[in-house]
Each structure stands twice: as C-alpha cells, then as structure tokens.
C-alpha cells in the first residue's frame, strides 16, 4: 500500500523534471537560435 502510493508519486515528480528540462531545452534552443540570427543580420 504504501509502496504503491510512493510509486505514484514518484512517477509524478519524474515526468514533472521530464517536463520541465524539456521545456528549458526548448527555451536555450530558441533563444540560441535567436542569438544566432541576430548575429548573421547584424554583421
């Protein structure tokens, strides 16, 4: 029972970090990408 329930908790926090470090990676890819073409324009 209570093996049960740290299971589910724990499957929770690993899909929330999942989420969350897919969400930043997303955000440095855009933001590099961003930079990036910023830089081409400007040079």
Do not use: P
Request: proline residues 0%.
């Amino acid at each position: 029972m209570t093996i049960d329930i740290y299971w589910r908790i724990l499957g929770l926090v690993i899909g929330y970090l999942k989420f969350f470090l897919y969400e930043a990676l997303a955000s440095a890819l855009a933001l590099y990408t961003f930079t990036i073409i910023i830089a081409g324009y400007s040079t």
